[in-house]
């Protein structure tokens, strides 16, 4: 495996294909914006046109793209991966995304000689800079073998949960942790501030002991300090929580603070603060 196609060369993308040239790999990208990818194409991604010419060549392909829709049209649609990969290659769709669509890929790659993978990724920006995101895998045991070195080349956690759509639940899960662990941040800060103390002296004291998490640590300092450009988008994770909400209730299950989380985010989407990073959240409980 030396060649790989890369689609979605965003915040998260962009340092995963200077990972995997790092690594060794040949990259070539494609992305709806070529302006914004000129300083990876500078340091040696070749830039293709088209889905279609980006992957006719692939010993593998990485997508990261926003929503559902945006995977659909990458797969499925005229010109799209499903149609255009050769023979063999490995298809790894690393956006959190439906896991029955995930489960469609497999079959329709399947059926064509193609190695479909769903591996969501976690860790944000930071994450995929330092090469150290967690991966979350479905799929066929051996094609997760196979694709073991390139996801080696971006992530440190990688685990594998099973057949297609597997990587996609386990990101489900991860999700809804994160809706609470940030909530709570929200709410400790705004219960702190209401009772005059000093909100980086109480990170500070409590990050270390039973109520730390990566939230208090990276996002509560953001949130003290006014910072909300996005490492994670909020309208991104109002997908994922969507997400994993409408797969709770096909479970039969009531998931009651991921349900109040997406419902805050959602009211803060609508009044113009979808880009925000989710760090924002903090912005519901303000007056």
């Not at 010109?79 to 489960?103: F, H, K, Q, R, W």
């Not at 979808?274 to 760090?279: M, P, S």
């Amino acid at each position: 495996m030396k060649h790989i196609s890369f689609i979605g060369v965003g915040i998260m993308g962009k340092a995963m294909v200077r990972n995997l040239m790092k690594a060794g790999f040949s990259l070539t990208i494609y992305s709806r914006t070529r302006s914004k990818c000129e300083d990876v194409i500078a340091e040696g991604a070749a830039w293709a046109d088209t889905v279609a010419d980006c992957v006719k060549h692939a010993d593998a392909v990485c997508t990261i793209v926003g929503y559902p829709a945006d995977v659909e049209a990458v797969y499925f649609g005229a010109g799209g991966i499903i149609e255009n990969a050769p023979a063999g290659a490995y298809l790894v769709d690393m956006t959190t995304t439906s896991p029955a669509l995930s489960a469609r890929i497999w079959a329709a790659g399947r059926e064509r000689d193609l190695h479909p993978l769903d591996a969501p990724v976690t860790g944000g920006d930071t994450g995929a800079r330092a090469g150290t995101l967690s991966i979350l895998v479905g799929g066929d045991e051996a094609d997760f073998q196979a694709c073991m070195p390139l996801f080696e080349a971006m992530g440190r956690n990688i685990v594998h949960f099973g057949g297609a759509g597997a990587g996609q639940h386990a990101k489900m899960a991860n999700q809804i942790a994160i809706a609470g662990a940030l909530s709570g941040v929200c709410e400790a800060l705004t219960y702190a501030g209401a009772k005059g103390l000093d909100p980086t002296a109480l990170l500070s004291a409590i990050s270390t002991g039973a109520a730390g998490s990566f939230q208090m640590t990276a996002m509560g300092p953001k949130m003290v300090a006014g910072d909300f450009a996005p490492g994670f988008i909020m309208k991104h994770f109002i997908k994922d929580m969507g997400l994993a909400d409408e797969e709770a209730r096909a479970a039969d299950l009531t998931l009651p603070v991921l349900q109040q989380v997406l419902g805050e985010c959602r009211s803060l989407e609508e009044s113009g603060f979808g880009d925000l990073g989710t760090q924002g959240l903090i912005k519901y409980y303000q007056p």
